[in-house]
């Protein structure tokens, strides 16, 4: 989003940082979601003040800081002072960028991708999710954002009330590497399956194939970290019309969300997506528990380079969907990776 249309929208204000450095800050107008930073003078974007940062971002979980020419050392240096930790996003096709600092390029085909927070199919779904420009495309390949809790204060009340008070379960496969990564073999008997170790998010449940399957639950509206009002927040659009997944996730009685459901839904998320038109050192920072974040279709992907990292807040609060002190939370997390097999079929779902 180019400076002077966002000054346009919203009026500024100046805010004197530490090192006497200078920026303006646009807060949230109708129809743009995010609040706006960008420098005056030679402020780099390490300068702006933390605090500042942080006070914006629980306020409207959306910060676009844009002008400021970051690099990729500045994006890293800006993620580290907000998390504590990251993870991986282990999904095929991301180049990683900066070996050691868990900064990976994004998803390397060009499709359009639909509204999801990062990781919402798995339970260390992470608390923010960065990305920043090193390339910026011409045309398309903009990075879209949606405010859940504006999402469901939206739905119809049919919707609202039949996702209220209701659970998301995902269910999914294993692999001998997983099961001894959460259950300490790679051949568990069912004693083992029903009692996993403490720190183990998944449940796990033997088929009548033998196949051993993992699964997890989180609500189908929840409460961010830092709203008080309930958001959608969740893998379901991405499954149903990127991955073209019927049954991922299921309500928690084992029955899929109705399709009309979900077309009355991406629908109106439509209505309330931003665009964010990328300039080179542009960084993007959400909250991943309120904002959900997707792409338009990529014309040029020579051209358009993004940085992604996902990390675990400093200021996180304890959130009672999670293990206690779970592993991705004391240490950076590079989940177990899936056989090849498994890798082809995720590919030919995109």
Known sequence: MEGDMARAIARPCRLRYRRHAMARILPPAPGRPLTIIEPTGETSLLEVDEEAIIAH??????LLFSGFGATLDQFHGLARRMCSTSVVNESPGRELLDPGKAIYAVDGGTNAFSLHPELSREPWKPDLAMFGCLSAPTEGGRTTLCDGVALVKALPEEIRRGLEGRRLVYPMSTWPTLLEYWLGTAEPNDDQLRNPPEGCPYQFMRLHDGRIARLFSRPAL?????????????????????????????????????????ETIRQIGDTLTLAVKWRQGDVLMLDNTRFM??????????ERQIATYFGYLKFALPNPEEPVDPIWRRTDFDPPRPPEHLVRQARERL
């Open 57 to 62: 971002y629980k306020a409207h979980g959306a």
């Open 222 to 262: 929840h409460k961010p970290m830092f709203a008080d009002e309930l958001a959608f927040g969740n893998f379901l659009l991405f499954a149903r019309f990127n991955n073209k997944r019927q049954g991922f996730p299921l309500f928690d009685d084992f029955t899929p969300v109705p399709d009309e459901w979900l």
């Open 293 to 302: 974040h997707g792409r338009t279709a990529i014309l040029d992907n020579a």
